[in-house]
């Protein structure tokens, strides 16, 4: 196994990534909880499971080593440091009380780490403890004491690699915020990562890592909307200069809609000069370039957000490739996660099976489509950028 990672793009040869194969933390999901848990509805697990493995596989069949979140946390629990954050982080809900939160301290901490991670993700139900007191007295049998984490599947919002450095991301929303905390347990404890050098953490502004695309080698793209923050860019654009990890970062306002939460699902990149895009925003799609002399940043005016990209690159333009034929076709299948693709490679990518018409776009465009199953795995509105953190890529030269 390799101990290496760093990525530099959105498109080199894809070798280490991290994804998390769904588990119990779905089973919790119900039609009064999914809403608060960001879920349009209830999947099969079941189907879920198998749609997953199979994107698994498809990534093994093409010599990517593929590392499981839930595995590499139960490891990381082995430390006892380890054991003793996580503990502490997640019985800090003042939702629970004091005599609650003494009892799940000293049950948690009794678990062996395998039994404690299944904990931290899949939650810890009100019917599930013996506590006692006022607290669990007052609540529901089923109410969550430790809410579940469905959204875990996700593995690209809680981290993302920019270069050799991780920044471990602050998520915005309430539901999902101790999903980093778990990341950030595996980045400093599990030996996989030992050494590895940290550029952002779970306490700072709000930024997402599917609001950051690695363009090229010293360019990111950092969506703002619903999710990250102008002051999440600003300060995840300072903290990345100072350690000389890019030269430009591109601030891209994104206009807010049901299903356009971060930049990747109108925009992925499929070739180091080829994006494809949500045509009915495409048009509109801005940037900001923000670069530094080593001591201020300094904001350019905002530019289409193309024109921007392939100047920070280096390059005459960018190609744009068209999500569906037409703005209703275009509209299903980005909410179907259609721009939201996986690139492999150069000229490669993983894409769900049903999103047709952009698919049959992208190999018209030169582009290696390869297909998946999604129907289950959609129903948290993520694609195979979504549900992947790539680890590793070998570095490609542009221009």
Same mark, same amino acid.
């Given at each position: 196994m390799t101990e290496a990672y760093g990525v530099d793009s959105e498109v080199g040869p894809l070798r280490t990534v991290m994804l998390h194969r769904p588990g119990n933390e779905l089973r919790r999901l119900t039609?009064?909880?999914?809403?608060?848990?960001?879920?349009?509805?209830?999947?099969?697990?079941?189907?879920?499971?198998? &749609? /997953?493995?199979?994107?698994?596989?498809?990534l093994r069949d093409r010599n990517v080593e593929v590392l499981y979140l839930g595995q590499l946390l139960s490891e990381a629990l082995g430390d006892p440091a380890a054991r003793a954050s996580a503990v502490s982080g997640t019985t800090e809900d003042l939702r629970l009380g004091d005599s609650l939160r003494d009892y799940l301290r000293t049950a948690l901490a009794a678990l062996d780490p395998e039994q404690l991670a299944e904990a931290l993700m899949a939650g810890v139900r009100n019917d599930e403890v013996r506590a006692g007191g006022l607290v669990t007295s007052l609540l529901a049998h089923e109410d969550f004491l430790i809410d579940p984490l469905p959204n875990l599947l996700f593995t690209r919002d809680s981290s993302v690699w920019i270069r050799d450095s991780v920044a471990v991301t602050s998520l915005a929303m309430p539901a999902r915020a101790r999903e980093t905390q778990l990341t950030e347990l595996i980045y400093k404890f599990h030996p996989r990562f030992s050494g590895?050098?940290?550029?952002?953490? /779970? =306490?700072? &502004?709000h930024v997402e890592g599917g609001d950051v695309l690695a363009l090229g080698p010293g360019v990111l793209a950092v969506g703002v909307g619903e999710r990250t923050t102008p002051a999440g860019v600003e300060r995840l654009a300072r903290r990345v200069f100072a350690k000389d990890l890019a /030269? +430009? $970062?591109?601030?891209?306002?994104?206009?807010?809609?049901?299903? =356009?939460? /971060?930049?990747?699902? $109108?925009?992925?990149?499929?070739?180091v000069d080829a994006v494809l895009m949500y045509p009915n925003m495409a048009e509109e799609m801005r940037a900001l370039a923000v670069t530094t002399d080593g001591e201020e940043l300094h904001v350019a005016e905002s530019e289409p957000f193309l024109v921007?990209?392939?100047?920070?690159?280096?390059?005459?333009?960018?190609?744009?490739?068209? +999500?569906?034929?037409?703005p209703v076709t275009a509209e299903r299948e980005q909410w179907d996660d259609?721009?939201? =693709?996986?690139?492999?490679?150069?000229?490669?990518?993983?894409?769900?099976?049903? =999103?047709?018409?952009?698919?049959?776009?992208?190999?018209?465009?030169?582009? &290696?489509?390869?297909?998946?199953?999604?129907?289950?795995?959609?129903?948290?509105?993520?694609?195979?950028?979504?549900?992947?953190?790539?680890?590793?890529? &070998?570095?490609?030269?542009?221009?």
């Open positions: 039609p009064r909880n999914n809403d608060k848990l960001l879920f349009d509805g209830i999947p099969w697990v079941g189907r879920a499971q198998d &749609e /997953h493995d199979a994107f698994a596989q498809a590895a050098d940290k550029v952002y953490d /779970h =306490t700072l &502004e /030269h +430009t $970062v591109l601030a891209v306002p994104i206009a807010q809609q049901r299903a =356009t939460m /971060h930049l990747d699902t $109108v925009c992925t990149m499929v070739d921007a990209a392939a100047k920070a690159l280096g390059i005459d333009t960018l190609r744009r490739i068209d +999500t569906g034929l037409d259609g721009n939201n =693709t996986l690139a492999l490679a150069p000229r490669v990518c993983i894409a769900y099976e049903r =999103t047709v018409e952009t698919n049959a776009r992208l190999e018209e465009s030169g582009i &290696e489509v390869i297909r998946i199953s999604g129907s289950e795995l959609g129903s948290g509105r993520g694609g195979p950028r979504c549900m992947s953190c790539p680890v590793l890529r &070998e570095p490609i030269t542009i221009g």
